[in-house]
């Protein structure tokens, strides 16, 4: 049996252990495409109180953070980036890699 380095350990715990339908992820269609994503409005939450509150500019907006495979999604996306999620149109507010992972905040206007 061949060796595998660290990086490969995490690569296959992303998709077996993170993004595993019956562990954490549901299959959700961003930009067009089906894929394993982690919603997880408590960690907006957290990420919130973190920075002292939410600041807005007098607009009501939806708010996500979800989490998906860099290599699932193609890249990490930039922060104004449109992003379909389910056929709605978000837009990127920040978007962080750590492990081959994307954790992404995304914002809509609310309708």
């Excluded at 907006?44 to 907006?61: E, I, S």
């Excluded at 750590?98 to 309708?111: F, K, S």
Aim: aromatic fraction near 8%.
């Amino acid at each position: 049996m061949g060796a595998f380095s660290f990086k490969d350990c995490i690569a296959a715990d992303i998709h077996q252990v993170f993004l595993n339908e019956e562990e954490f992820a549901e299959i959700h269609t961003v930009d067009g495409r089906p894929m394993g994503v982690i919603l997880d409005d408590d960690g907006l939450q957290q990420r919130d109180a973190a920075r002292g509150g939410v600041h807005t500019d007098g607009l009501y907006k939806s708010r996500r953070l979800i989490y998906l495979s860099k290599a699932d999604y193609g890249g990490r996306p930039v922060p104004g980036k449109a992003l379909n999620l389910d056929g709605r149109v978000w837009y990127v507010v920040s978007a962080d890699e750590d492990a081959g992972m994307l954790t992404i905040e995304l914002e809509a206007n609310r309708t």
